[in-house]
Antibody, heavy 123, light 106 residues
Framework: EVQLVESGGGLVQPGRSLRLSCTAS????????MSWFRQAPGKGLEWVGF??????????DYAASVKGRFTVSRDDSSSIAYLQMNSLKTEDTAVYYC??????????????WGKGTTVTVSS | DIQMTQSPSTLSASVGDRVTITCRAS??????LAWYQQKPGKAPNLLIY???SLETGVPSRFSGSGSGTEFTLTISSLQPDDFATYYC????????FGQGTKVEIK
């Protein structure tokens, strides 16, 4: 079964850091680009960051709201994607979802989503 | 950035009704559009991709149409399991979502 499981969420003070993990199973992780999305309480969905697979350089892109503060990385040997979140703000409070992009190249929708992990930024 | 606008924001309907949700893009996105269903406390679930292709396992009462800037999601006969929030998402340039349409029981 294709599955993504996020972990690492929790309560953190403004200005501090947190690292989320996304453990994949059921597919060849290294063949797929991965992305992170988030959903603030009672709000809609927002793209956060993206990492291409190694065949396409393993490069990253970020939403303007998190650029310079968040970093997406991957460990293909362990089938894990990471979201390093620094300088956290109260507006980063959300459920964070790890997703798989359905196609390695070109435009692609997210065909697999994890259940999400909750991040609360509060003093 | 490409903006996505969904309408209506809320839709009240009964079991068996035909339901249509509209999504407009701020610029042409060809057919690079997906539709997701989300239930409270759950992750989004992919229904439609490339504007009109049904994801494997999704009931055939769901259908999508459109291209360019105007798109629709139609549920031909609403079932009890379909009461949820629906989001359109463009993937022509990164990813942005509509604000969501909540389908509630009339």
């Amino acid at each position: 079964e294709v599955q993504l499981v996020e972990s690492g969420g929790g309560l953190v003070q403004p200005g501090r850091s947190l690292r989320l993990s996304c453990t994949a199973s059921g597919f060849t992780f290294g063949d797929y680009p991965m992305s992170w999305f988030r959903q603030a309480p009672g709000k809609g969905l927002e793209w956060v960051g993206f990492i291409r697979n190694k065949a396409y350089g393993g490069t990253t892109d970020y939403a303007a709201s998190v650029k310079g503060r968040f970093t997406v990385s991957r460990d293909d040997s362990s089938s894990i994607a990471y979201l390093q979140m620094n300088s956290l703000k109260t507006e980063d409070t959300a459920v964070y979802y790890c997703t798989r992009k359905g196609a390695a190249a070109g435009p692609g929708y997210m065909d697999v989503w994890g259940k999400g992990t909750t991040v609360t930024v509060s003093s | 950035d490409i903006q996505m606008t969904q309408s209506p924001s809320t839709l009240s309907a009964s079991v068996g009704d035909r339901v249509t949700i509209t999504c407009r893009a701020s610029q042409s996105i060809s057919s690079w559009l997906a539709w997701y269903q989300q239930k409270p406390g759950k992750a989004p679930n992919l229904l439609i991709y490339r504007a009109s292709s049904l994801e494997t396992g999704v009931p055939s009462r769901f259908s999508g149409s459109g291209s360019g800037t105007e798109f629709t999601l139609t549920i031909s006969s609403l079932q009890p399991d379909d009461f949820a929030t629906y989001y359109c998402q463009q993937y022509s340039s990164y990813w942005t979502f509509g604000q969501g349409t909540k389908v509630e029981i009339k």
